[in-house]
Each structure stands twice: as structure tokens, then as C-alpha cells.
């Protein structure tokens, strides 16, 4: 079965920090650029930051920029989000998606692998 399996989602406090994990089962992800999405409640869905098959290339939301970091770990087939200085609004359900970039360094595109999310809570 192909699938992809986030983590590492909980409560934290503001300031705190939390680190995702995305792993892949039933694939390798040696070919597949990543990418983090968030959907807070009553909101939609947003790209969070993405990184390319390489792992040269990341992108990230402003909203995020200086506070994550993507990084991924192909011979453990597992992507990351680590994320410091969390703040409310970045409540959220957390996705990992996948797609198939063999031949290019863009880490964007229709997906091909959604996993089912993992909820982060930051609250005091």
C-alpha cells in the first residue's frame, strides 16, 4: 500500500517547538519533491514549504519563513518540518504531500500522495 504517514503533531506552548515527521510506505521518495500544507479550522488549505528531490532547493510561506525548516532524510524515506517559535495562528492540521519530480528541481504541481494529516495545537 502506498502511503504517506505525518507525525509529531501535539499541543505546544507559543514559543515552543515541534518537529514533523512525513513517511513514506509502499514507495521511495528519492523522486518525489515534498511539500507541508496546513488547514486551520474554518480556513483554507495553505502551502506551508516544500522541498525539491534534491534537497537543494525549499520554499516556505512567509508566514513561516525564519521559523521552519524542511528538511528530508532519503535513506530513512522520511521528510521533515521542524518548527520553532510556534504561534497560535499556526494551528492547524499539518498534510504531507508528494509528487513525482525525477527530472526536475520544481517541488510544486498537482500532488501524486497525500497523507492524512496530523493536528498541531499551539495555546497556552
Known amino acids: 500500500q502506498l502511503q504517506l504517514v505525518e507525525s509529531g503533531g501535539g499541543l505546544v506552548q507559543p514559543g515552543g517547538s515541534l518537529r514533523l515527521s512525513c513517511a513514506a510506505s509502499?514507495?521511495?521518495?528519492?523522486?518525489?519533491?515534498i511539500n507541508w500544507f496546513r488547514q486551520a479550522p474554518g480556513k483554507e488549505r495553505e502551502g506551508v514549504s516544500c522541498?525539491?528531490?534534491?534537497?537543494?532547493?525549499?520554499n516556505y510561506a512567509d508566514s513561516v519563513k525564519g521559523r521552519f525548516t524542511i528538511s528530508r532524510d532519503n535513506a530513512k524515506n522520511t521528510v521533515y518540518l521542524q518548527m520553532n517559535s510556534l504561534k497560535p495562528e499556526d494551528t492547524a492540521v499539518y498534510y504531507c504531500a508528494a509528487v513525482y519530480r525525477r527530472y526536475s528541481s520544481r517541488c510544486t504541481g498537482t500532488m501524486d500522495y497525500w497523507g492524512k494529516g496530523t493536528l498541531v495545537t499551539v495555546s497556552s
Open positions: 522541498i525539491s528531490v534534491s534537497g537543494y532547493s525549499t
Open positions: 509502499g514507495f521511495t521518495l528519492d523522486y518525489y519533491a
